[in-house]
């Protein structure tokens, strides 16, 4: 994993080596191990390297045998094996033994639909000097960012891997995006393709962009969306052997590395999947990684330390403590975007304690997205069932209403505070879902924003995504919003910043594409059946991990915020 960088200047004026070093100066963190640079006429390319995959001569920018192509790459292609021996019949020779060459003669023979073409997770661009044209892309689902700008100054188009590298260009304005802090404030994240500053995008993730030399930018190019389907019953053996393999492939094609590698093991099951998948495929030890908490309501070590006995992985353990003053730096210079997510700080802990030892851990990331984990998706489901049985829209008001009555009772189990529930009941799935994922909405939204950011309300836009999805069932829909919003936007940036702080790489086997894709067709009495999320998963886990674990209520990855602050 790695930081990229780079420019491409108006009307031809030659780009600048010293401006390039700023913006990948600012990304050193992402790539301790060395810095390279490519310019040629008005443009520049930048790249800050991790060394993860041939040490030695995995250098970038890397260009072609010509050398008018050039490309700086972020991030791992796992198929790159597979795509190499193929190029290799077709007549390309290789200088090196790293993923990034198959990048440039990839390239060479298809062109833009590169990207279609990789597993894995990457943000990448290409230089093409024939074409004068410059290639960015991102991986499908959203691991590895890529920031970009028209609007610095002589720079007719920047990007980078993360904000800060292109707040060093002059002409570009720090100026905030007003609808953006309405956003956060709902969202607890910005939602790509927006960021917090006027003038700066997200490149959604499963897109691509082309510039042309004279600055000229084509439309962003949607190469992939994930296709949920509501799914057909078929015999459910042979398909949880089908997914097994998959599984265990994924995990497999993450275990390439020159470097240490290990894995992240909570406790829950997501990432006891990973452990349990490695232990088969790795050669030697693993290598796993907890934090605890000194409250007990959200230390889950007993249950990551089942899975350690179960596979005797060398196993490395830390309590995270209230004195979290630490790691509060780290966070404000990763987290350029205003970020909301507390799981932020156990999760910049345990990369922090993850790489004294390793430079690559596999994470469970994913998983709930892709197979229906989250309890929200239940509550959604029933919800969505229960207007079935409300008498027209009258009924539904007179839930809203009831619901509007009713007492809050925070304190109480939670089967007793309904006020959310009979509320959301007036309202379709996407307005009520708009409700759950959100912390300030509506009038409470307006009233913290001040006069010069009110005027815009969010909920139009995240109701509107669940038209396009209105043909699936309910899960479905709910899976598919959150596929294109909360998992880039939050899960994932989350994942990327807190390791790259300590230039830890992270890998997520249950983002495979080919896992996703199949999880996206699966009928949803699979995914979820009666209390039971992730049910498909969980039943092919059964050999692997204990019931214990597999079918205890989910924690989640979060941290005793209000306990400590007593």
């Avoid at 759950?436 to 969010?458: C, I, N, S, W």
Wanted: aromatic share 12%; glycine share 10%.
């Amino acid at each position: 994993m790695c930081g990229i960088a780079g420019y491409l200047n108006r009307g031809g004026r030659p780009a600048e080596l010293a401006w390039l070093r700023r913006m990948t100066d600012r990304l050193e963190h992402r790539g301790p191990d060395g810095a390279g640079a490519y310019l040629d006429g008005p443009v520049a390319l930048g790249h800050r390297r991790l060394s993860i995959i041939d040490v030695a001569g995995g250098h970038q920018p890397l260009g072609n045998e010509d050398g008018r192509i050039q490309v700086v790459f972020n991030g791992e292609i796992y198929n790159y094996l597979d795509l190499w021996a193929d190029l290799e019949k077709r007549g390309h020779r290789f200088r090196t033994r790293c993923d990034t060459e198959v990048l440039v003669h990839l390239y060479e023979e298809v062109g833009e639909r590169l990207p279609e073409y990789l597993n894995g997770m990457f943000a990448f661009a290409i230089w093409d000097g024939r074409k004068q044209e410059l290639f960015v892309a991102r991986d499908r689902l959203g691991k590895k960012p890529v920031y970009y700008t028209e609007a610095a100054g002589d720079c007719a188009f920047a990007f980078a891997s993360e904000l800060k590298a292109l707040l060093v260009l002059e002409g570009l304005e720090r100026r905030v995006r007003r609808e953006s802090v309405a956003e956060f404030l709902a969202f607890s994240y910005v939602p790509e393709p927006e960021t917090i500053l006027e003038g700066v995008k997200k490149l959604p993730a499963g897109s691509s962009l082309t510039v042309r030399a004279d600055g000229t930018l084509a439309p962003t190019r949607r190469y992939w969306q994930l296709g949920f389907e509501a799914g057909e019953d078929r015999p459910l053996g042979p398909a949880m052997e089908e997914l097994d393999a998959l599984a265990r492939d994924a995990v497999e094609r993450r275990l390439m590395s020159d470097v240490p590698l290990g894995a992240f093991l909570s406790g829950g099951v997501d990432s006891s999947a990973v452990v349990a998948y490695m232990s088969e495929c790795a050669r030697g030890e693993v290598k796993t990684f907890s934090i605890g908490f000194d409250v007990a309501a959200f230390d889950e070590t007993e249950y990551a330390r089942q899975i350690v006995e179960r596979y005797g992985t060398d196993h490395y353990e830390r309590v995270v403590t209230p004195e979290i003053g630490e790691i509060l730096p780290a966070f404000v210079a990763q987290f350029d975007e205003p970020f909301g997510d507390a799981s932020a700080i156990p999760t910049l802990y345990l990369s922090q304690m993850t790489r004294e030892r390793v430079t690559v851990a596999l994470s469970g990331d994913g998983a709930d997205e892709v197979f229906g984990g989250y309890r929200r998706y239940r509550f959604g489901v029933a919800e969505e069932q229960a207007r079935g049985y409300l008498p027209g829209r009258w009924g539904r008001a007179l839930a809203g209403k009831m619901g509007d009555l009713y007492p809050k009772f925070d304190y109480l189990p939670r089967v007793f505070r309904a006020k959310t529930t009979l509320q959301n009941l007036a309202l379709d799935l996407g307005g009520s879902y708009y409700t759950t994922m959100t912390v300030f909405r509506d009038a409470g939204l307006r009233a913290v924003l001040g006069p010069e950011y009110r005027g815009h309300d969010p909920r139009p836009g995240y109701e509107a995504r669940f038209e396009r999805f209105a043909h699936l069932p309910p899960l479905k829909q709910l899976q598919a919003v959150d596929v294109e919003t909360y998992l880039p936007g939050d899960i994932l940036v989350k994942a990327d910043r807190a390791t790259m702080a300590f230039s830890l790489e992270s890998r997520s086997p249950w983002l495979d594409y080919r896992v996703a894709e199949m999880a996206a067709k699966m009928p949803s009495s699979w995914l979820l059946k009666g209390l039971q999320g992730k049910w498909v998963f969980k039943k092919m886990l059964e050999p692997r991990v204990p019931a214990e674990i597999l079918y205890r209520p989910k924690m989640g990855f979060s941290v005793p915020l209000a306990e400590w602050f007593r």
